[in-house]
C-alpha cells in the first residue's frame, strides 16, 4: 500500500509544544496519523491536541511504543534530538528542522551507522505523507490522493505543487517523501527509490531533484540496471551559477560537480524521461513510455 | 563563509600549522613597508575565489618600490566579480617539494574525508581525474577524529613516508579546523617541504558552515566585512532573505528553493535572464514579500518581476491580498506577472486581477508573459 509509513504507524512529535511543532502536529492528527504523544524536556506530564507529553524520547517510547518521530526542535538542538529518538529504538525519524550545522549531521550519521534498522529523513525535508493515511512532517495533505505514484524529492513547494498537479490529473499516490536540501542527509533517493521498488502498490515514480552533490546520478544508476516503475524525473537549478548555494545549503556547483546537466544527462543515459518544466511531469508520467529500463514492467 | 587567504593562514597559524612570514596591506605605502620589513615578496590579491594569478592579481617585488607599485595596481582591481580589498605581502620560501594536504565534505559518503597527494601546486580535481591512485584518502571517525597509526597510513599511502615525523602532527593539527571552527573545506596546496626540512602552507583556502554560525560567532566577525560583496546580497542578508544576484533582467521571487530555481530555470527557457534568487519560504507573507520586491526593485537592470508562490497551508486569497498591499505601498510601476496556485488558487487570481497584476496559469505560462513584457 505505501512505504514506511501508514495510518497504524504511532508517531510521536519531538518539540510538539513549540510553535511549528504544535501547528504541524495538529494537522498530522487532523490527517488520520496515529500521534501517541510529544516530548518537550521539562513539559512532561503534561497532554497537548490530546496527547501525553513526555520530557524524553525513551519515556515516550516506554509509554507509548512509538516507532515514528518527527522532530520539529531549532537547528542547534536537531542533531541530539535526532540521536536520542534512535538511541530510544524509534525507527522512522523525520528531521523537520533547518539550519543544523553540517558537521553534527556528519556525527549523526556515524552514531547511526550501529543502529541500521534506524532510517532518517531530512534534515530540512518536509517529511514524507502517505494519502489517506497518515503523514510526519508539513507536507500539505490537501493536494494529495491516494493511488499508484511513488515521489521522492529534495524540494518542498515544488513537490507540493507536482503532487497537486499528479491529484488534478487523476493520478493518486502511495507515499510521499522529501529528503530535504541539505549536504548530508539520512536516506538518499537511491534508498527511498529501493523502498518504492519493493512496494507493489507503487507503479510510477517521480524524482524530484535539483543541483549540487551526486545523489541523482546514483539513483539513476539505480534505476538503469532494471526497475519496474515508470519514472520520470525532474532537476532544477540548471541556470544556477557557479559556487553560489540557492536556498538549500546542498544546492551548489561547485566547479563542475553537482550541475543539473550532468544529473538530467544520467537519467536519460537510464531510459529514465526528464521533465523540462514542472508541467511536464504528469504529461511524461501519462505518456506511453519509449524506452525504459525495466526488465519486469 | 569561504575565507581569504590571509585569514584562512591566520586561523592555521592558530592551530599550529607554520606558514610563510607575511603582512596584510590596505594601501600601496603599507606594501612598501612589508617589503622594507620582509625582503622580496609576493604580492597577492584577496580575493575569494581562484585564478588570481591568470588575472594578474600576484606580482613579485623585490623592492619596497616594486612593492608599491604592484599593490596600486591590484588594490581596486576587479577578480571574476570581487573588487580587490587588499593585498597580502608574503616573504619567499626555500621550496624543495610541493605536496597537497585537504579535507572536505564527501556528500556521497556523508562524511569528512582527508586527502594528501605528493602532486602538490596542481588542482586537485584534475589530479583526481587523471590518476586517482595519486591522492591517498582517509575518512576519519567524526567523534574522535583521526588517529596517529591512520595518519601514519595516510602519509604512507601517498608516498610522503620520509616525512612522516613532520606531516602526522601538522594534519592532526589541521584537523583540528573541523571540531574548533566547524570547518567543510581546508586545503594547504601547496604544502611545501623547505629546503632544510621544514613543512609550511604556500596557500591556504578554508571555508566554514555557516548553519553554525551560532557557536562560531569569533570569525564570522573578525573576517566577514573585510569583502565588500554584492550591495544587493548585503542589502537582502539584513532582510533575512534568501537571496542571490544573478545578471539578468527578471527579478524572481519564490516559496521554496527548489521552486524558485525552478522558476529562473523556466525564465531562461522562455528566452530571459533572471535578476536574482530569492526564496521567501513556505509562507509568502506579506512583509516579506514586501522586504524582498524592496530589494529587487534596488538594482536598476531589473524590468520586471515574475512572482511564483505555491501556497501550501497559506491561503492564496492572502496571497494575493498581500502582494498587491507590497505593490501599491512601494508604488511599483514595473510589469509583474504573479503566478499562484495552491489553496484558494481562484479567489487569489481573481484579486489579483481585480488589482490590474496579470496571473499566469502555469509557472511556464507566467514565465513566457514576463519575458514578452521585458523584451
Redesign the interface.
Known sequence: MAILLDAQTPVIVQGITGREGSFHAE?MQLMGTRLVGGVTPGKGGGTHHGVPVFDTVAAAVRETGATASGIFVP??YAADAIMEAAAAGVTLIACISE?????????V???LRDLPETRLIGANCPGLLTPGQAKIG???Q??SSPGSVGIV?????????TM?ALTAAGMGQSTIVGIG?D???GLSFSDVIALFERDQATTHLVV?G??????EE?AAELLGRGSRLRTVA?I??????E?????????IVS?N?GT?RSKEEAFRAAGVAVA????EIVELLGAPVASHGGDEG | MKLLEYQAKEVLASLGIPIPPGRVARTPEEAAGACAELGPVAVKAQVPVGGRGKAGGIKLASTPDDARSAAEQIIGMDIKGFRVPLVYCEGALDIAREIYLGFTVDRDARANILMLSARGGMDIEQVAEESPDAIARLYPDPWRGPLDFELNQLVFAAGLGEHARALVPLIKRLYRAIPEHDALTAEINPLVITGDGRVVAGDAKLETDENASFRQRALEERYSGVLEGDPYEVEAKKRGLTYVSLDGEVGIIGNGAGLCMGTLDMVQRAGGGAANFCDIGGGARAEVVENALTVILMNPRVRGVLINVFGGITRGDEVARGLVQARDNLGMSLPLVVRLSGTNEEEGRAILKENGIEPGASGWEAAQKIVGLTR
Open positions: 494537522q537547528g542547534p539550519g543544523i550545522p553540517i558537521q553534527d549531521m556528519i556525527r550519521k556515524a552514531f508539513i507536507i500539505p490537501r493536494f524529492s529534495r524540494s518542498g513547494t515544488l513537490t507540493y505543487e497537486a536540501g549536504p548530508v542527509l524530484i535539483e543541483i549540487g552533490g551526486s545523489d546514483r525532474f532544477s537549478g540548471r541556470t544556477a551559477p559556487g553560489k548555494r540557492m536556498g538549500h545549503a546542498g544546492a566547479g560537480r543539473a523540462e518544466t514542472t508541467s
